[in-house]
């Protein structure tokens, strides 16, 4: 990590339409590369918190249900992004 980049906690979350067994989360802050599983709370939502370093840039992602619907968070911001997908996106704070 470089100095003075403080990682910033970010609390992901989705409350599916329908029942699911398992939902993860892929974001382009690793280039979609590894699988972020969430868990279920109280609330019937699937959540975890993730520590980026606070570097200003935007970052896409997205929620997989049952290893194989991926899906937005449809209460969160969306943009269709590069080849046309539509992600949630989110801007990390720069500090």
């Known amino acids: 990590m470089p100095p003075g980049r403080p990682n910033v906690p970010v609390r992901f979350w989705l409350r599916p339409e329908c029942p699911v067994q398992s ?3 892929r974001w382009s802050y690793d280039d979609w590369t590894k699988d972020y ?3 279920r709370n109280a609330q019937s939502e699937w959540e975890i918190t993730l520590y980026p370093l606070m570097d ?10 049952d290893q194989v619907n991926w ?4 209460q969160q911001p969306t ?8 992600n949630n996106v989110m801007y990390v704070p720069d500090d």
């Open 23 to 25: 939902v993860s989360l």
């Open 71 to 74: 899906v937005c968070n449809e």
């Open 56 to 65: 200003g840039r935007r970052i896409e992602f997205k929620f997989i249900l």
């Open 79 to 86: 943009q269709v992004c590069r080849g046309g997908f539509r």
């Open 37 to 39: 599983p969430l868990t």
